[in-house]
């Protein structure tokens, strides 16, 4: 089973606020290999529902977790195909 420890990557977009976070989180996803796990650091709050919603329309992801750590929202997106 596919955890959150088995992190393959990390993006990093605090500071940026919407759409960024969606969009440079598509563009990672799109770079790695299905069962690969993506590390999501934003600092907009948005983001939480953002990438909630993308990750709901859109085949090929599963959003995991999501994390709220002080300041920084932590998201973890499976590419799944």
């Given amino acids: 089973m596919t955890t959150v420890n088995d992190v393959t990557e990390t993006l990093d977009v605090k500071g940026a606020s919407c759409p960024m976070p969606v969009i440079k989180t598509k563009g990672a ?3 790695l290999d299905v069962d690969d796990i993506l590390e999501v650091l934003a600092t907009d709050a948005g983001s939480m529902s953002d990438l909630d919603g993308w990750a709901a329309g859109t085949e090929g ?3 995991l977790k999501q994390v709220e750590e002080g300041d920084v929202y932590k998201h973890y997106v499976r590419k799944t195909a």
Avoid: A, N, Q, Y
């Fill in 61 to 63: 992801v599963e959003l």
């Fill in 29 to 31: 996803i799109d770079d």
